[in-house]
């Protein structure tokens, strides 16, 4: 056409056309962008360290078999992060259990108190993990094992808050805390086997590291260079590690065992610092709101099917948040109704609203 005739505008129309075309939608779904809310009531509230407290799993670990034909044991990491203060604990978990979890959780306990809330991922989340995650999916699904914990929680009082199914963008502290512990953890350890007790140990060195972060300054001086850490909330000061030589350098070979263990520590303070530093100046492009109304005609994202797979399913009621901007929507499909949130659904252009 552009060969006898130069259409005005001639881009924007043809857009304009494909972004209405049924057809051209299913092979491209533009799933819905919301901007980024504020935070919740209970990140801002104020109350004692780990009060209100947010929980996570990672892994698996393979550590030292008890001898050289056995096979090597598996182990888990529970990230409990408090929403206030941003401190973290960490608990070594043995198995992929209820009991495993109320161990740990009662361990927790014993060193931060009782919390007030407990928050962590719905278990519908775990569902399309086939390996690792898809046992305490199952543990989470179970209705007895649901049962179980949520009795064992409501005889301290403490009351269990699951974020809506297939969205870990609500659950975005633990999220953060997991990878910082468990990104730099496993390049670091690599294929070693570490026995059970270095294990521990590690974990308690990275806690102490982590919550030893910086969070702002104490004071607007220029030559103050104190900063307000997560520790400061625990133990009314910053933690501080026993000196120790820099071992960073020295071939593995040449060094003890106990040495061997602080060099996995220094290597992992390193990376992680470095990594840490460089992620505190990234900025956030702001959205404009999306409006999300019910009864529209929408399509699920599902991770493990192409696009034309992706089933499709009404919008019967919409959860806006409290400053208006809907970010989590309940759908009905053929299957069933489901709640997900607003960046799993693709809505379909307005003028198919109709043909359908």
Not at 15 to 40: A, E, H, W
Not at 74 to 85: D, E, L, N, Q, S
Not at 119 to 134: P, V
Not at 203 to 214: E, F, G, Y
């Given at each position: 056409m552009r060969q006898e005739f130069w259409p005005i505008h001639g881009k924007q129309a043809v857009n304009s056309?494909?972004?209405?075309?049924?057809?051209c939608f299913r092979f491209n779904p533009t799933p819905i962008q919301q901007p980024t809310g504020q935070l919740p009531k209970t990140r801002i509230r104020p109350s004692g360290a780990f009060l209100i407290t947010g929980v996570d799993y990672c892994g698996p670990f393979y550590l030292k078999p008890p001898h050289r034909r056995a096979a090597a044991p598996k182990a888990y990491i529970a990230v409990f992060v408090c929403f206030t203060t941003k401190a973290m604990?960490?608990?070594?978990v043995s198995d992929l259990s209820t009991t495993g979890f109320l161990s740990a959780f009662r361990r927790f306990i014993g060193y931060h108190g009782i919390p007030r809330e407990v928050h962590s991922d719905n278990a519908k989340n775990f569902a399309g993990a086939k390996h690792e995650l898809n046992a305490l999916y199952c543990i989470l699904n179970n209705e007895s094992s649901?049962?179980?914990?949520g009795t064992e929680l409501a005889q301290y009082g403490i009351s269990w808050h699951f974020i809506p199914p297939?969205?870990?963008?609500?659950?975005?502290?633990?999220?953060?805390?997991?990878?910082?512990?468990?990104?730099c953890l496993k390049k670091e350890i690599g294929d070693r086997r570490l026995s059970y007790e270095d294990f521990s140990t590690l974990l308690v060195q990275i806690t102490a590291a982590l919550n030893s972060r910086p969070l702002m300054p104490l004071s607007d001086d220029p030559n103050d260079l104190k900063v307000l850490t997560p520790a400061h909330f625990l133990i009314g000061t910053s933690m501080q590690a026993l000196p120790e030589r820099d071992v960073r350098n020295v071939p593995s070979n040449r060094l003890t065992h106990y040495q061997q263990r602080q060099q996995l520590f220094q290597h992992y303070w390193q990376r992680w610092s470095n990594e840490y530093l460089t992620e505190l100046q990234a900025t956030s492009k702001k959205r404009q709101t999306t409006a999300v109304q019910q009864g529209n005609i929408v399509v699920l994202r599902e991770d493990n099917l192409p696009p034309l797979r992706w089933p499709m399913a009404r919008i019967i009621d919409v959860h806006p948040g409290a400053d208006g901007v809907v970010r989590v929507v309940t759908v009905k499909t053929?299957?069933?109704i489901y709640k997900r949130p607003v960046n799993r659904i693709c809505p379909l252009p307005s003028s198919c609203h109709s043909g359908i």
């Amino acid at each position: 056409m552009r060969q006898e005739f130069w259409p005005i505008h001639g881009k924007q129309a043809v857009n304009s056309v494909l972004r209405k075309c049924y057809r051209c939608f299913r092979f491209n779904p533009t799933p819905i962008q919301q901007p980024t809310g504020q935070l919740p009531k209970t990140r801002i509230r104020p109350s004692g360290a780990f009060l209100i407290t947010g929980v996570d799993y990672c892994g698996p670990f393979y550590l030292k078999p008890p001898h050289r034909r056995a096979a090597a044991p598996k182990a888990y990491i529970a990230v409990f992060v408090c929403f206030t203060t941003k401190a973290m604990h960490l608990e070594i978990v043995s198995d992929l259990s209820t009991t495993g979890f109320l161990s740990a959780f009662r361990r927790f306990i014993g060193y931060h108190g009782i919390p007030r809330e407990v928050h962590s991922d719905n278990a519908k989340n775990f569902a399309g993990a086939k390996h690792e995650l898809n046992a305490l999916y199952c543990i989470l699904n179970n209705e007895s094992s649901y049962n179980r914990i949520g009795t064992e929680l409501a005889q301290y009082g403490i009351s269990w808050h699951f974020i809506p199914p297939r969205a870990p963008n609500f659950g975005g502290l633990w999220e953060a805390a997991v990878r910082s512990v468990k990104t730099c953890l496993k390049k670091e350890i690599g294929d070693r086997r570490l026995s059970y007790e270095d294990f521990s140990t590690l974990l308690v060195q990275i806690t102490a590291a982590l919550n030893s972060r910086p969070l702002m300054p104490l004071s607007d001086d220029p030559n103050d260079l104190k900063v307000l850490t997560p520790a400061h909330f625990l133990i009314g000061t910053s933690m501080q590690a026993l000196p120790e030589r820099d071992v960073r350098n020295v071939p593995s070979n040449r060094l003890t065992h106990y040495q061997q263990r602080q060099q996995l520590f220094q290597h992992y303070w390193q990376r992680w610092s470095n990594e840490y530093l460089t992620e505190l100046q990234a900025t956030s492009k702001k959205r404009q709101t999306t409006a999300v109304q019910q009864g529209n005609i929408v399509v699920l994202r599902e991770d493990n099917l192409p696009p034309l797979r992706w089933p499709m399913a009404r919008i019967i009621d919409v959860h806006p948040g409290a400053d208006g901007v809907v970010r989590v929507v309940t759908v009905k499909t053929t299957n069933g109704i489901y709640k997900r949130p607003v960046n799993r659904i693709c809505p379909l252009p307005s003028s198919c609203h109709s043909g359908i």
